[in-house]
Structure formats: structure tokens, C-alpha cells
């Protein structure tokens, strides 16, 4: 009999990896897939799936529940602005999200965390799932020079203390300024404001919090970033080898040739 695992999914091809991953390795999977969140490929990769409205949490503990699943994983992006505005949310929801400390992502996630682990489902760390997405210190891409060295290590100090500080994961630097931190609009709107104020030749960074879950909100960078660097005319995009999901590699590398972006692991 094969061993359960589920997947509480959210935004982004992530979740995908992981069901992957552990279909490969020979395990059941149940996903909790959110509408018109989750991507629809969760269908073809799960042996069986739950799709709940968001922000629905009374719902998906009780399917939970009923699962009697013995683990699951957390993966994938809902917007954390949501819990500005309660909008869609359940009683069960709306009476968790006014009984937290603050609405920090980390200590909504953790907040969920214990509701899940309260019916019986303990909630693990993903990285046994999704090692290969992991990376080692070095250059990706592109070339390290002096400057741009010198610009890198700003951008990740700096990020690392706002990660840290739960306010956001992405840093956009040029020629030794800081020019733009992320905060609850997420790193896409984060490097749009960035190159607004910067101009070409800005460099995006990314970092985990210092004392990183891997349970809980792990950065991640794909395809789609260097691209949108690539677009606003960045010349580099630097993340934390290790803490940091780097999805579509080869696309990655792709791309980043193509356009003349450096991809820095640190």
C-alpha cells in the first residue's frame, strides 16, 4: 500500500514539481487546490483532487479531516494582501486571521499550520521533495564583474534583513543604492517599481529570512522573473543558493544568454 502525502496548493508551477516528485518516489498524492488560484495541471499529476473557493479555511480542514492524511505540504503563492480585506473569507477564517498576533505572512502560514496539525495531519518540509531545485553558490549565467559583484552582495545583505523581518523576500539595486524593497504587492510589482525609479542596468536580489522554514514561504525564482528583468532592462538577478527554489533552470540559462543577464546563486 502506498504511503499519502497532500498538497495544500497554491499559485505557481511549485506545487507541480512536488507532485511530481513525489509520484516519482511512489507515494499517493492528494491535492487541496484553490480555484481559480492553483494551476489546472494538478488534475493529471494527483491521484486525487479537492478543489475549495480560497480563503474557504473551515471547508478545507474538514476534507482534511476526512482525509485522515498522515502528511502534507504547503506550497505555492496566494497573495498576502487578501488578509487586508477578508474578502472570501469563511467564519473559520475570518475568526483565525482577527485571532493572529499581526498578518505578517510567516505568522499567517504558521497560524495555518497549527490549525492543519490540530486534526491530525502533520505539516513537512518540502525540500526531500524538491532537492533538484535547490542550487549551489556560483554563477548561473553571465558574468560576475567587480561592480556587479559589489552590487549583489548590497542587494542580498539588504534582503536578507527585510526577509527577515517578514516584509518581503526582493531588493532592486543600482550602482551601490537601494532603490526599491518588496512589500505586500509581491517581487513582480517590486522590480516594476524598482527599474521605474532606476532605469537600465538595475540588479534584482532574493533571499530567505535568516531563520528559514522550509515549511513556510520559501523563495522562489523562475523563468518568468529574468524575463521580466530582461524586459525593464536589468542587467542581473542574484538569489540565495540553498534557500531558494530555482524552477525552469534550463530556461532560465536560456533566457538569461539571450538577453545578457547575469543569474548570480550566492
Not at 478545507?60 to 474578502?87: D, M, N
Not at 558574468?143 to 523581518?165: H, P, W, Y
Not at 522554514?213 to 523562475?222: A, K, S
Request: glycine letters at 10%; one cysteine or more; hydrophobic letters at 45%.
Amino acid at each position: 500500500m502506498k504511503e499519502r502525502i497532500g498538497l495544500l496548493a497554491g499559485k505557481g508551477s511549485l506545487p507541480l514539481e512536488f507532485l511530481k516528485s513525489a509520484s516519482s518516489k511512489g507515494y499517493e498524492t492528494v491535492t487541496f487546490a484553490l480555484e481559480g488560484i492553483t494551476n489546472r495541471e494538478v488534475e493529471s499529476l494527483s491521484d486525487k483532487v479537492f478543489w475549495i473557493k480560497p480563503f474557504k479555511l473551515g471547508a478545507f480542514l474538514k476534507l482534511l479531516k476526512k482525509e485522515r492524511l498522515p502528511q502534507i505540504a504547503i506550497l505555492g503563492k496566494v497573495e498576502h494582501r487578501v488578509a487586508l480585506t477578508f474578502s472570501g473569507f469563511d467564519l473559520k477564517a475570518l475568526t483565525f486571521i482577527l485571532s493572529l498576533e499581526d498578518r505578517k505572512p510567516e505568522t499567517i502560514i504558521k497560524g495555518i499550520i497549527s490549525e492543519i496539525e490540530k486534526t491530525g495531519t502533520a505539516v513537512v518540509d518540502p525540500t526531500p521533495f524538491l532537492s533538484h531545485l535547490l542550487t549551489e553558490p556560483g554563477v548561473i549565467a553571465g558574468e560576475l564583474s567587480s561592480s556587479l559583484k559589489k552590487d549583489v552582495e548590497l542587494g542580498m545583505k539588504v534582503a536578507k534583513e527585510i526577509a527577515s523581518l517578514d516584509v518581503g523576500q526582493t531588493v532592486v539595486v543600482k550602482e551601490g543604492t537601494v532603490v526599491a524593497l518588496e512589500g505586500i504587492e509581491g517581487t513582480d510589482e517590486c522590480i516594476k517599481r524598482g527599474a521605474s525609479l532606476a532605469g537600465k542596468g538595475f540588479t534584482v536580489c532574493k533571499a530567505a529570512r535568516r531563520f528559514q522554514d522550509m515549511r513556510v514561504d520559501v523563495p522562489t525564482l523562475g523563468a518568468d522573473t529574468v524575463k521580466l528583468v530582461a524586459l525593464l532592462g536589468g542587467k542581473a538577478v542574484a538569489f540565495e543558493a540553498g534557500r531558494t527554489f530555482l524552477l525552469d533552470r534550463e530556461k532560465v540559462v536560456e533566457i538569461a544568454r539571450k538577453e545578457g543577464i547575469a543569474v548570480i546563486a550566492v
